[in-house]
């Protein structure tokens, strides 16, 4: 009965939330920016037409990606423009005069906050169905909606004001989150490796609602939340590792303002250009 009084008042929470950022003059729609894809995806507008998904690519609500088989996607989630990430490690800029030489030059800027992390797993078909954020002056609320039509999602969810929301849909489930780092699936299940989430899924033909904390996992068929195995933790968190540290990586990188020459003679880096011979 607690754990479904939980639930209940997460979603009245986030109709209440809905309605106050919808009204509030200071809303603005968030990003989802595609930092890193392995293998082929592809996204549509309108659930129509469908386009190839590129790295450093935003979309906003209404958007739906689709990843192919033996593909993985990465999004960073937030109330900022990711726009000149690209699929590049290297980021080098040649001393004055080496164009000649043909080396290649990069150069990015932009002032980014960690973002929400989400990947996608392969087969995967994940919805944005709302993205909003409003700051009220004391506190950034962000109302988030996603849709996971199949397959599986890694999430990692900063810790978000008591009147912002998180909520992943499922065709029979929903799971609302608040600093939290996840594993979920369409069919319910969830693996919880930081923080807490409440899922609410139909269990033969019933609602079950549960309170999965951290290193705990809840199954669709029985409706039970059970521990991890030590070894089960280690694998989670390695992957939680892993997704993280490429998005953040990725934006780092990309919001790294300090330009490189690079010597077209010695290849010898510098942040400040030599002089060219008079």
Same mark, same amino acid.
């Given at each position: 009965m607690?754990? @479904? ?5 997460? @979603?009245?929470?986030g109709?209440?939330?809905? %309605?106050a950022?919808?009204?509030n003059?200071?809303s !603005? ?12 995806a592809r ?5 129509n ?8 690519q935003?979309? /906003? @609500?209404? @958007?739906?990606?689709?990843?192919a088989?033996d593909?993985?996607?990465? &999004?960073?989630?937030?109330n900022?423009n %990711?726009p ?6 290297? !980021?080098?800029?040649?001393?004055v ?5 043909? &080396?290649p030059? +990069?150069?990015?800027? +932009?002032?980014?906050t ?6 996608l +797993? ?11 954020t409003s700051n009220?002056g004391v506190?950034?609320?962000t109302?988030t #909606?996603l849709d ?5 999602? %890694?999430?990692?969810?900063k ?6 929301? %998180?909520?992943?849909?499922? $065709? ?6 608040? /600093? ?5 699936s369409a069919n319910?299940?969830?693996?919880v490796?930081d923080?807490?989430?409440v899922?609410?899924?139909i ?8 309170v999965?904390?951290?290193?705990e996992?809840?199954?669709p068929a029985t ?6 195995t030590? #070894? ?5 968190e390695?992957?939680?590792v892993?997704v993280?540290?490429i998005?953040e990586g990725?934006i780092?990188?990309?919001n790294? #303002?300090?330009?490189? +020459?690079v010597? $077209? ?5 510098a #942040?400040?250009?030599t $002089? $060219?011979?008079?």
């Open positions: 607690k754990t @479904a009084h939980i639930f209940a008042a997460a @979603a009245l929470c109709l209440a939330l809905s %309605f950022i919808s009204a003059a200071q !603005r729609p968030g990003f989802a920016t595609v930092v890193s894809i392995q293998g082929q996204y549509s507008n309108d659930g037409a469908w386009h190839p998904l590129t790295v450093g935003t979309l /906003g @609500a209404g @958007a739906v990606i689709q990843t088989a593909s993985v996607v990465d &999004l960073a989630l937030g900022k %990711f000149h990430i690209a699929q590049a490690s290297d !980021r080098v800029a040649p001393v005069g080496a164009a000649s030489f043909g &080396l030059s +990069y150069h990015s800027s +932009y002032v980014a960690a973002p929400n992390v989400i990947r +797993y392969a087969d995967t078909v994940l919805a944005v169905n709302k993205l909003l009220t506190d950034a609320l109302d #909606e996971l039509r199949q397959g599986t999602i %890694f999430g990692n969810v810790k978000q004001s008591s009147a912002s929301q %998180f909520v992943v849909k499922m $065709p029979n489930a929903a799971a609302a989150v608040r /600093g939290t780092t996840f594993v979920l319910g299940d969830i693996t490796t923080g807490s989430c899922i609410s899924a269990v033969n033909g019933q609602t079950v609602t549960q999965v904390d951290a290193g996992k809840f199954d409706g039970l939340v059970t521990k991890l030590p #070894e089960q933790i280690v694998v989670a390695q992957t939680a892993q993280v540290t998005v990725a780092s990188v990309a790294d #303002e300090t330009t490189v +020459y010597s $077209p003679t010695t290849g010898i880096k #942040e400040t250009p $002089p $060219p011979p008079l």
